[in-house]
């Protein structure tokens, strides 16, 4: 019986030296048996950060239909909230520009190029209003299209609060339609179409 217990204490032994060496390993991120994903680091509600501008975005539009559109600090995301998506890693569901969906690569996310939810180009758009020239207020329409160069980021940096730190940057092409007070749509002829292009900082407010 003896040769028995000692035995049984000598494989415990061994069973909790091997749950340690696990635990330790999962403190420095390897051979972790943990449910979490690259996405994790993504999903959640990313505020703008509004120092020292407005916007680091600008809308260029050489159209002269749209001139008035040249604005230098276009801000279209107060606020980026990234969720789970199905077709690709994450979907952005703030509802400042519905709805774009993106591809994590390390700590880089990206719009996918055709967009696998829809099969075409990917793109967002929003509402807007213009003032004519007869000063009535007519609607309009802003269609966001993502290039390539186009990426959410995440910085490695915390701001002063603890908060992580990632950036939006590159350029999308713009497609801007409106109706004049006849109700003719006007649409942008340029090539290459207008575009959107700068970078702007966010901080994390929530997370999964």
């Known amino acids: 019986m003896r040769t028995q217990d000692g035995s049984r204490r000598q494989t415990t032994y061994r069973t909790s030296l091997a749950m340690l060496a696990l635990a330790a ?3 420095t991120g390897a051979a972790c048996g943990s ?13 703008k950060v ?5 916007s680091g975005f600008g809308l260029v539009c050489t159209d002269a239909n749209f001139s008035d559109y040249n604005i230098s600090d276009l801000l ?3 606020s980026i909230e990234f969720e789970h998506g199905v077709a690709t890693d994450l979907i952005e569901t703030s509802g400042n520009c519905p709805i774009l969906n993106w591809d994590i690569n390390g700590k880089t996310a990206t719009v996918p190029n055709p967009d696998p939810v829809i099969d075409d180009l990917p793109a967002c758009g929003f509402d807007i209003n213009y003032q004519d020239a007869a000063q009535q207020i007519l609607p309009g ?3 966001i299209q993502p290039t390539a160069s186009f990426k959410f980021t995440l910085t490695g940096k915390k701001n002063a609060s603890g908060a992580p730190l990632a950036e939006l940057n590159g350029t999308a092409d713009v497609d801007i339609l409106k109706l004049d007070a006849t109700g003719t749509t006007i649409v942008s002829q340029t090539n290459p179409p207008c575009s959107y292009a700068g970078t702007d900082t966010y901080f994390r407010l929530t997370q999964p």
């Open 76 to 78: 279209i995301w107060t």
């Open 141 to 143: 329409l802003v269609v």
């Open 50 to 54: 509004f120092e020292p501008a407005a």
């Open 25 to 27: 390993a999962c403190t």
């Open 35 to 47: 449910d979490s994903s690259p996405t994790d680091a993504f999903v959640g509600r990313w505020i």
